[in-house]
């Protein structure tokens, strides 16, 4: 994909931090009923944000937002374990899923199958490293095993999968349309960046 102009990607990467802040669990009650978008706050950073800065500037807001919610809501801190260290490789497995699509990014119908792969393989790897190292090393579960470790993902996994799901292809509900505007307005532009 062609890197956006700065003030899209200014625009985008508002839009994801309001995402971020408006859905993180425990920070709006109202909100409640959105499903969690920091999984696909992290793949769309990658998609649409050039700046390698978008990585560490999400992974930071997502700790202070955690932070901010261990000092005001009691629930929150059987999650802040030292496990949560998981979370780095965790969600920057997502943002690399998404620099990776971008750059076999073509439109067309044929982005499905690496949009597909993309979106599989880092919500796998993501889902390893958070469920599997909270699990597995944050001391809340007395006894760990893999089978009760594959329980757990056979119920939880497609939760979170459907949430990423659902925000990535609102995107794309957002971008096919200004792609098709973009194409239409700038015919000339797009058949020579074919050939690039």
Not at 51 to 70: C, E, K, Q, R
Not at 148 to 157: G, K, V
Request: net charge neutral; aromatic share 22%.
């Amino acid at each position: 994909m062609k890197p956006l102009p700065l003030h899209y990607q200014y625009l985008i990467g508002f839009i994801l931090i309001a995402l971020m802040i408006a859905t993180r669990e425990y920070h709006f009650a109202s909100l409640h009923s959105l499903p969690g978008a920091s999984w696909a706050v992290f793949f769309l950073a990658g998609l649409y944000l050039r700046s390698s800065w978008s990585l560490p500037g999400f992974l930071a807001l997502t700790w202070i937002l955690d932070s901010s919610a261990y000092f005001t809501v009691a629930e929150s801190e059987f999650c802040l374990t030292t496990a949560y260290a998981f979370l780095l490789p965790a969600y920057s497995a997502l943002w690399a899923a998404g620099r990776w699509f971008a750059t076999h990014y073509q439109f067309s119908w044929r982005a499905w199958m690496p949009l597909s792969f993309s979106l599989l393989i880092g919500a796998m790897l993501c889902e390893l490293f958070s469920s599997g190292g909270f699990y597995f090393f944050s001391g809340q579960f007395t006894e760990t095993n893999f089978a009760e470790f594959w329980q757990r993902e056979l119920y939880y996994f497609p939760l979170y999968l459907q949430s990423l799901l659902f925000y990535v292809s609102t995107a794309a509900a957002i971008h096919i349309p200004l792609a098709l505007i973009h194409q239409s307005r700038y015919p000339r532009n797009n058949a020579i960046s074919q050939y690039q």
